[in-house]
Structures are given as structure tokens and as C-alpha cells.
């Protein structure tokens, strides 16, 4: 019977539950219930405001409505022990560990965990992997046959995947029997059926195996197993089936699943190094078989925290033996390789892993791995599912046989796809997928026009010349090559006067070039058509023939400069030149400490009008600039550039149009990596592989819509420069409306030639 109600329900969300209440009796930590429809939802009150306490649910919230009653739970939360309580509490083990730290001991964050190297997965996103990778292979079998069935997690953890994968199989089976055989199975007090105990330890002992490198989570898992397999047993149940308890010593073993013996062969190691990578043998378990299924979440450590957290010997070994290990690799894409290698001719497996590895340049070798062998893809884009931490994930599954096409889901509620709610997906052919970027999108009309776009046109890249900015290596503790607006004290007309390093310098304007290094405040409002302003100037020690200007040169014609840089000298200096100590800089040498870090595109900025691209941001832009402004290669947090190749027939302004159009954005949003925040990625990497329509200038309805399209974006940079010297709002407002009706018209045009429709 329903207590007195102490609320109501008035909002439902998937990490929380707001109650109205009727009384100031309820506290933090309380647990409210409601009852509806013979299910009992719990919550956790984790806020009070005034009278809404904002709560935590303990199940899904699916079935919940607004407006039903809430009551308060006496004597706090009665928790009936589970098998799955033990690996959370190992999971948090895993986490933390007692170090020694100024003679006190103290609980800290363990290397492993810092690096992302241990994730725990919820639970709901356990079941549904495991539920939709075992039921296609079950489907028809005897439950004699289902014993037949090998099912492994390579990285087991605290055995969560394994648990559930018992689980299923004993459901399975169960379910069988009570449909063919029902005499088969045991009769409980309440009138449920159940497997036998000898039933039940043959599927754990033969169908369920798991490696790990951690001894601990070994062990954890062992028990977390033999605690889910005494479930609902009684004595008389246990009777007749000696020993109780199997022996799973062989079913899990600690090691390191991505190295054997014969990978470190002839390798000089000590005890020391052995015991730390752990190789492993396949042939010590399942007797050396491969698996019908592998299912899991593998360790995620980036090729940096690799080298962070193992040895140079280890991360040898990886980039060896597997092909997936391709420049900036992640450690799941080795997973995901030695996986698919341990599966059966028929097998398949399934992993939570972040989505990053088909968009990528370091997939590359991992996708043509894998790519005709995908037969489902679920991607839950920037959607968070680990607490604590920011992965961006996708569950993938993979056949061993070569798969016709591959279901992709554009997972928008979580809800939806624990309960078997119909999600958006689309089937798209495996054939089309390959060591280039993987174009994913729900939208089948702008697949099917992208695939017509890329049978007619040509890859970016062989359009324009795509580069990266400039990288001094001299960038902290502070910048040493360029000036902001604050450091320079004055300008005359051959040099600037600036106070750098609480010194005065005289540096001669011929050497400097303008640097579009904007603050955050002036990025705000920049877009496409915006006109490009820069405060900052930048030394550029460099020829137009991109070799760097000789010291005694520097001398005579650049005192200075030369004076500057000399007093910079220990900020500038390369390793080589100084122990090992300084900037990584190679060749250098006595004559040439002052070069940039990097000399790539030097000369791609010398006299040579550019689009500048913002790689990460929410909204396009591909600002063109004529002043030779020089840019800095910064990964995601920087800028990089297009500029015309020699031969090329198409202007930038029409380059710029075609990138900045939604179409292209679409294609960007597919391709680029999720950022948190609704950002995208669109680095050097990926402008290059976006397809573009090549136009036959002969035909003069093409030729027609590139000279429109062309006209206007030079008619809304004439309109800029005009804006600029606006003042009233009237005449603002007229401009920037005429901007955005010649914005419309280059849309519509290149509509039409992404459509083409000539």
C-alpha cells in the first residue's frame, strides 16, 4: 500500500528525476520511491532547492510519468547483494592506490587510470552488446550445442562482459528446455524453473573464458563468476553435483593478451622487464581454439600514454606486429585487431570503443583491417555514457566472414536503445568502405549524393595546396618569435619598438610578417566572409625561397633582430647544440639556432593569397587573406590554410564558397571528429579527402554558375571593406542584409553543382 505521498514527480530526465515536495522533512542522501504500473522506482536525493529535490535514479526511468506520487523510503536503501556489486567495487580499486608521498601515506590516482587505461562500462551498455553478439549465434541451437560455443573478453577486467555472457547462454537454455524438455529442469519454491548446477557449471567451464593483465581483476573475476553460478542454489540443488564449484584457473588467465613469448624472442630482457609485460600464450587456454565471439571494452591509451605507461621494448613490440599501430595509434585499435585475428571462420565479435578511429588519419590501417567485415556500427556521437570521463563512443561489431553491408545507428537516446526502441539507421554496403575516412550519416538521400559527387569530381587535396602553419618551437613559457599588441611600445616606419623580457628592442619591419594569432574574444563573431584583422607581427628569418636568412646577414642587415634573438638565446637553443637540453630541432647548427622548429610551408606564405582555416569550431570558416599573415600549426586548438596551386583553374573565392556551403559542413560534421560542445574537427588530413565537382568549363551553363558564384563572394569582400568604414546602423544594416542576399545566391549555385544540375 502507497505511504502518504511526501511529492510529485514534475521532470524526467535520463540522469535525473525533479519531485515538487509537500514537506521539508526530506533530506540529501534520502530515497524517495514511486509506484506505477507494478514497477518500483527508486531515487536518490542528491540537491534540495526550496521545494524541488533533484533526485538520481537508480534503473532506467523508462515507463515514469510526470505527476505521480512520491513517497519517502524508510530506513534508507535495503540493497540485496549482487555478483555485479563486487566488480564495482573493483573498478574503484583499480583506480586508486596507497602511495608513500612526504612520509605520509596517502590515496592517489593509480598511472593506469590516469591514462584512460581502465574504463568501466554500465551495465545496460553491457547487456545490449552481449545480447545482440550471442543471440544471432545461438539462434537454433540445443543447449548441447550451446556448450559448444567459445565466448571471450581479452582485457575481462572484473569479468562484467563474461558475467553477462554466462547469463545469457543459462537463459538461453533455460528457455529452450522449457519449450522441448521442461522436465529437464529444476523446480524452485516459487514455481520458477531452473537449470541444474551440473548444466550450468558445464556452459561456464566450456563457453566462458577471459584474459587480463592485471592479476587482481584475475581473481575478481574468477569469484564474480562462481558467485553468478550458485545463484538461486539450495542444498538439495547442490546435492548430488561434487565439487560445488569448478575449477576456472583455465578459463582465466592473467597476461597480456597483445604479446606472446615468440614476439620478444631474442630480445635481452630481464625478470624484471618479463614480469611487466606479462606475455601470454594463446594455446594455454581453450586448448590454443579460436573464439565464436569476443565481446568487450578495451583498454583506451593514446600512443603518448603508451609511452607514459610502458616500456620503449612493449610499445616495439606493438608497432611490429600489428598493422593497426599507424602513426598517432590508440591501444584498442590493437585490441580490435588481435580480436578479429582470435576469432573462428564464423565468429564475430562486439566492442565499446571511441568513435575516433574511422574518421581519423590513424585509422587508416586499422579501417582497411576491418572495414569490409563490419555488420553493425551504433554511434552515439558527443553523447557521454562513462561518468567521469569524455570519450566519444560507438559499440562496433565485426564478422570474421566478409559482411554485404553494415547497419549504422545514430544512437539519440540511450533509452531507447537499452529497451529495443526503433532507432534511425541505415544500411549502407561494405564495399563502400575502405582505409579512407568513413562517410556515416542516417541521411540516405546525401549519401547517395556524395557517392554521385565522388564518382564525378576529385579529392580536394589535388585541387588546392592544403598546409599546415608555421611551428617556431619557442612558444612558453612565452613566445619568442612573435609580438602582441600589448609588447609593442610603438611603430615607426622601418621597424617596431617593443618591451619583451624587460628589455627595449628595435626590430626591423622587413623581417616581420603579420600573425593571425586571435584571442578568444576576437574569434567570437569571425566567420567565412570576415574580413581578416591582425595586431601581432612575427619574425620570419627566412628568404621567399624558404631558406633561412644567412647569420652574417642577420648581422648586417638585421641587427636588431639578430640582438633580440641572441638575448633569446636560451629559449632558442636546439638540443643538439646544448646536451640535449633545448628545442628538437634536427640539423641544426652553430649558424643556424635561430630557425623555426619546424620548416614545413615556409614558402606556401610568401606572397601568396590563402583561405585561413579554424580546424575546430562549431560553424565554418575559410577567411580569405591577401596580406601574407603567417599561421601556427596548433592540432585541433590552431588554424591551417588553402592556397592555389599553379596550374589550377579554380580562384580561391570559389574554393571558399564551396566549403563554406552546408553541404560541405554535412560532409565535415560525417568525417571530422566529435568534439564535446557540438565541435568539429576539420584538420589538413580531412580537407584534403573532401570529395569536390570538377567543372567543364567548355560548357558555358557551368562555366556560367562558376562566374556567379565567384562574382558574389567578391562583391561581399568589396562590402566588407566598405562595412569597415560604416558607422551609422542604417547603412550597417543595408550592407549586411545585401551580404546575406549574395550569401544566398552562392548557396543556391552551388546547390546546383553539388546536385548537378547545370
Request: with cysteine.
Amino acid at each position: 500500500m502507497m505511504k502518504k505521498s511526501i511529492g510529485k514527480i514534475i521532470e524526467i530526465s535520463e540522469l535525473n528525476v525533479k519531485v515538487l515536495l509537500y514537506t521539508q522533512e526530506v533530506e540529501i542522501r534520502d530515497i524517495l520511491r514511486c509506484e506505477f504500473e507494478g514497477q518500483t522506482y527508486r531515487f536518490e536525493v542528491v540537491e534540495i532547492d526550496s521545494n524541488i529535490a533533484i533526485s538520481v535514479p537508480f534503473k532506467s526511468v523508462n515507463g515514469l510519468k510526470k505527476g505521480l506520487d512520491v513517497d519517502l523510503e524508510e530506513g534508507g536503501l535495503q540493497i540485496e547483494y549482487s555478483d555485479k556489486i563486487l566488480g564495482k567495487i573493483y573498478e574503484s580499486f583499480l583506480t586508486e592506490s596507497l602511495v608513500e608521498r612526504d612520509d605520509h601515506i596517502i590515496l592517489a590516482a593509480k598511472k593506469e587510470y590516469k591514462y584512460r587505461s581502465v574504463v568501466s562500462t554500465p551495465v545496460e551498455i553491457v547487456k545490449y552488446m552481449v545480447k545482440n553478439t550471442l543471440a544471432p549465434i545461438c539462434e537454433k541451437k540445443t543447449p548441447e550445442e550451446i556448450k559448444d560455443i567459445q565466448i571471450a573478453d581479452i582485457a575481462c577486467g572484473s569479468g562484467i562482459f563474461l558475467e553477462e555472457a554466462y547469463q545469457f547462454l543459462v537463459d538461453y537454455c533455460t528457455e529452450w528446455y522449457m519449450q522441448h524438455d521442461s522436465k529437464h529442469l529444476l523446480e524452485l519454491s516459487n514455481g520458477k524453473k531452473k537449470l541444474t548446477l551440473t548444466d550450468k557449471k558445464d556452459i561456464l567451464t566450456r563457453c566462458i573464458y577471459g584474459v587480463d593483465i592485471d592479476v587482481h581483476a584475475v581473481e575478481v573475476s574468477k569469484f564474480s563468476l562462481l558467485i553468478k553460478l550458485i545463484e538461486d542454489e539450495t542444498p538439495a540443488s547442490v546435492k548430488e553435483c561434487v565439487p560445488i564449484l569448478p575449477d576456472l584457473s583455465s578459463n582465466i588467465k592473467n597476461g597480456n593478451s597483445l604479446i606472446c613469448r615468440e614476439d620478444i624472442s631474442g630480445k635481452d630482457m630481464s625478470i624484471e622487464a618479463l614480469c611487466n609485460i606479462k606475455p601470454f600464450e594463446w594455446s594455454m587456454i581453450n586448448s590454443g581454439s579460436r573464439f565464436d565471439a569476443i565481446i568487450g571494452n578495451p583498454p583506451y591509451v593514446k600512443t603518448e600514454d603508451i609511452h607514459t605507461l610502458e616500456t620503449e621494448a612493449e610499445f616495439a613490440v606493438y608497432k611490429k606486429k600489428y598493422k593497426s599501430a599507424y602513426k598517432q595509434f590508440d591501444k584498442y585499435f590493437l585490441f580490435l585487431e588481435e580480436a578479429f585475428n582470435l576469432l573462428k571462420e564464423n565468429g564475430q565479435m562486439c566492442y565499446i570503443v571511441p568513435n575516433k578511429f574511422y574518421k581519423i588519419g590513424a585509422g587508416q590501417e586499422l579501417r582497411r583491417i576491418i572495414s569490409k567485415h563490419v555488420s553493425k556500427l551504433d554511434d552515439f556521437g558527443d553523447m557521454q555514457l562513462f561518468p567521469d570521463k569524455t570519450i566519444y563512443s560507438c559499440i562496433i561489431t565485426l564478422c570474421k566472414e566478409s559482411s554485404k553491408q553494415m547497419e549504422y545507428t545514430n544512437v539519440t537516446s540511450l533509452i531507447d536503445l537499452w529497451t529495443g526502441e526503433e532507432q534511425e539507421s541505415i544500411r549502407i554496403k561494405n564495399e563502400l568502405l575502405d582505409e579512407n575516412p568513413w562517410r556515416l550519416t542516417t541521411d540516405i538521400k546525401f549519401m547517395k549524393m556524395i557517392a554521385t559527387v565522388e564518382e564525378n569530381g576529385k579529392p580536394l587535396g589535388e585541387i588546392v595546396n592544403i598546409f599546415n602553419g608555421i611551428q617556431t618551437s619557442a612558444e612558453r613559457p612565452k613566445p619568442v618569435y612573435w609580438f602582441s599588441k600589448d609588447e609593442i611600445v610603438s611603430e615607426k616606419e622601418d621597424e617596431i619598438i617593443v618591451d619583451k623580457f624587460e628589455k627595449r628592442y628595435h626590430i626591423e619591419k622587413r623581417i616581420l610578417k603579420p600573425f593571425f594569432k586571435p584571442t578568444k574574444a576576437d574569434e567570437k563573431g569571425m566567420g567565412t566572409y570576415s574580413l581578416l584583422k591582425t595586431d601581432k607581427h612575427i619574425i620570419f628569418p627566412y628568404n621567399a625561397d624558404g631558406s633561412l636568412i644567412n647569420v652574417e646577414i642577420m648581422k648586417k642587415e638585421y641587427p636588431g633582430t639578430y640582438q633580440y634573438l641572441q638575448d633569446c638565446y636560451d629559449l632558442l637553443v636546439p638540443k643538439c647544440l646544448n646536451g640535449g637540453k633545448g628545442r628538437d630541432i634536427k640539423n641544426a647548427t652553430a649558424d643556424t639556432w635561430y630557425q623555426y622548429g619546424r620548416t614545413q610551408a615556409l614558402t606556401a606564405f610568401v606572397n601568396t593569397p590563402k583561405l585561413i582555416v579554424r580546424i575546430l569550431s562549431k560553424e565554418p570558416m575559410y577567411a580569405y587573406d591577401e596580406n601574407d599573415m603567417l599561421i601556427a600549426s596548433g592540432g585541433t586548438a590552431g588554424y591551417c590554410a588553402i592556397a592555389k596551386l599553379p596550374d589550377s583553374k579554380y580562384d580561391l573565392r570559389y574554393i571558399q564558397a564551396w566549403l563554406n556551403h552546408p553541404y560541405t559542413e554535412k560532409l565535415f560534421q560525417i568525417m571530422g571528429s566529435d568534439f564535446e560542445g557540438g565541435f568539429i574537427a576539420r584538420g589538413t588530413y580531412l580537407l584534403k579527402k573532401i570529395p569536390f565537382v570538377e567543372l567543364d568549363f567548355d560548357d558555358e551553363k557551368q562555366k556560367a554558375l562558376y562566374e556567379s558564384v565567384l562574382t558574389s563572394t567578391k562583391k561581399i569582400n568589396e562590402l566588407n571593406i566598405v562595412l569597415e568604414q560604416k558607422k551609422d546602423k542604417a547603412s550597417i544594416s543595408v550592407i549586411e542584409a545585401e551580404k546575406e542576399n549574395l550569401s544566398k545566391q552562392i548557396e543556391d549555385n552551388i546547390t546546383k553543382i553539388y546536385n548537378l544540375q547545370f
